[in-house]
């Protein structure tokens, strides 16, 4: 199954999971019993798995960058029960520690590869950013079409929407798993 996103969504009626897929038009939707399919003709948008409450405590407001593997067992277990594919685990949360090897135009490097950002922004070489590949999702359920490089808004670090530049990152490592000194 393609990349995928988890929002977790608390109300004082109804707790849910949405897992997003895309940000397709939904053209229609199916209600399995616990779950809700989303589909832009035949392509699946999203679940949304309702009253997630009854069946596990989340500790969280909005997206989950990284699902650990007991939490992946529930959602599975649920989406296996309404006749649904498991969602298969992520060893990265999509937010790749980078650093910049060219600023005209703007080239990164992560673990896994070089990417070119499509976009000006005030960065040096050498800078370590913070880099979400295109087919990923922001905290603010923008669906991305293009590499992007996260300002400290897009990390909910602040409302500042500069570049994040953290010249202490590993790029060797997720933004959000990160080993202590």
Do not use: W
């Not at 309702?50 to 909005?62: E, L, S, T």
């Amino acid at each position: 199954m393609k990349n995928y996103a988890l929002f977790y969504s608390f109300s004082k009626e109804r707790e849910s999971l949405l897992i997003l897929f895309s940000d397709e038009e939904i053209t229609y939707q199916k209600d399995l019993g616990r779950v809700i399919v989303s589909y832009h003709d035949v392509d699946v948008v999203s679940y949304r798995i309702k009253d997630i409450n009854k069946i596990i405590k989340i500790h969280a407001d909005g997206m989950i960058p990284l699902l650990n593997k007991e939490l992946l067992s529930i959602i599975n277990n649920v989406l296996i029960k309404d006749g649904l594919k498991p969602l298969e685990e992520k060893k990265h949360s999509d937010f790749y520690n980078a650093a910049v090897i060219n600023v005209n135009p703007i080239k990164v490097k992560t673990i896994d590869g070089e990417y070119i950002i499509n976009k000006e922004h005030k960065v040096k070489l050498n800078d370590h950013v913070v880099l979400v590949k295109k087919g990923s999702f922001l905290f603010d359920k923008t669906y991305l079409k293009e590499d992007h490089l996260c300002s400290y808004k897009d990390l909910e670090i602040s409302n500042n929407e500069e570049v994040f530049i953290d010249n202490e990152l590993n790029i060797n490592e997720d933004f959000f798993i990160t080993e202590e000194k």
